[in-house]
């Protein structure tokens, strides 16, 4: 794994955004893998920035999130529709028929992770998958456990997710507890991953993931199976 340690957020989102640009500038119709969270925010805007400045270009780029609430209205403020609408989406030239997200208000959940499944398989995968850390290692909503599942599945959300997302609710009880997300198998097959870690509370995740071993404790650490890796962190997430 390559490890990219940035003094400041900023900077990190800056240099995300320069490896996300670079992938679109050789593939003007390249396959954005596109996550959600804190992270990724100021990645978003310097994306978001590149594009009015006319260096990069979004017309022909289709995107696939990692995963959504589930159920969840695409309406509601706290959807990850909602939040690449607002954060990415409706900043650029982007052909909105172009990106998806799982449906967080399909009715048969597992119907639907299996056709998000399929969809990504038959674009062969993103030419890159852009990946936030969990404070405890997960990846999307892949969460440290016995097993993981390879394919896009319905999961429920531990009770240490649910805590560092209620920030976003009213309260913890309104976090949704359960989330459609693409499995190891599904961001695996991503020509390449970058992974974006800020701050001292994902330090422990980072250490395990960086250890160059697997251990379902930490999914993230199975980023190690892939051979074009790329952690963009600052001092913080890097140091403790
Ligand atoms: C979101 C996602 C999650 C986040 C992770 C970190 O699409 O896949 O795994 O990347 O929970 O979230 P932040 O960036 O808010 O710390």
Same mark, same amino acid.
């Given at each position: 794994?390559?490890?990219?340690?940035?003094?400041?957020?900023?900077?990190?989102?800056?240099?995300?955004?320069?490896?996300?640009?670079?992938?679109?500038?050789?593939?003007?119709?390249?396959?954005?893998?596109?996550?959600?969270? !804190?992270?990724?925010?100021?990645?978003?805007?310097?994306?978001?920035?590149?594009? +009015?400045?006319?260096?990069?270009?979004?017309?022909?780029?289709?995107?696939?999130?990692?995963?959504?609430?589930?159920?969840? /209205?695409?309406?509601?403020?706290?959807?990850?529709?909602?939040?690449?609408?607002?954060?990415?989406?409706?900043?650029?030239?982007?052909?909105? /028929?172009?990106?998806?997200?799982?449906?967080?208000?399909?009715?048969?959940?597992? +119907?639907?992770?299996?056709?998000?499944?399929?969809?990504?398989? !038959?674009?062969?995968?993103?030419?890159?998958?852009?990946?936030?850390?969990?404070?405890?290692?997960?990846?999307?909503?892949?969460?440290?456990?016995?097993?993981?599942?390879?394919?896009?599945?319905?999961? !429920?959300?531990?009770?240490?997710?649910?805590?560092?997302?209620?920030?976003?609710?009213?309260?913890?009880?309104?976090?949704?507890?359960?989330?459609?997300?693409?499995?190891?198998?599904?961001?695996?097959?991503?020509?390449?991953?970058?992974?974006?870690?800020?701050?001292?509370?994902?330090?422990?995740?980072?250490?395990?993931?960086?250890?160059?071993?697997?251990?379902? +404790?930490?999914?993230?650490?199975?980023?190690?199976?892939? +051979?074009?890796?790329?952690?963009?962190?600052?001092?913080?997430?890097?140091?403790?």
């Amino acid at each position: 794994m390559k490890v990219i340690v940035c003094k400041t957020y900023e900077e990190a989102s800056l240099e995300s955004a320069k490896i996300v640009a670079e992938v679109m500038k050789n593939k003007p119709n390249a396959i954005l893998g596109l996550a959600t969270g !804190s992270t990724p925010e100021g990645m978003y805007s310097e994306l978001a920035r590149m594009n +009015k400045e006319g260096e990069i270009d979004f017309k022909d780029i289709t995107t696939v999130n990692l995963d959504e609430y589930y159920p969840i /209205s695409p309406d509601n403020d706290q959807s990850y529709r909602y939040f690449m609408n607002k954060n990415l989406f409706d900043r650029v030239n982007i052909d909105k /028929s172009r990106t998806h997200v799982p449906d967080g208000s399909a009715p048969d959940g597992e +119907k639907e992770a299996e056709r998000y499944e399929n969809y990504v398989r !038959s674009l062969g995968g993103a030419d890159i998958q852009v990946l936030g850390i969990g404070r405890n290692g997960h990846i999307a909503f892949n969460e440290p456990d016995e097993e993981l599942v390879p394919v896009t599945h319905v999961t !429920s959300l531990t009770a240490d997710t649910i805590d560092a997302n209620a920030r976003f609710f009213k309260s913890a009880d309104e976090v949704p507890t359960h989330a459609l997300t693409m499995g190891m198998g599904t961001i695996l097959s991503a020509k390449k991953i970058i992974i974006i870690a800020t701050g001292a509370n994902k330090h422990e995740a980072v250490k395990q993931m960086l250890k160059g071993t697997c251990t379902t +404790k930490c999914p993230a650490s199975f980023l190690n199976l892939h +051979k074009d890796v790329v952690l963009v962190c600052d001092e913080a997430a890097y140091n403790g």
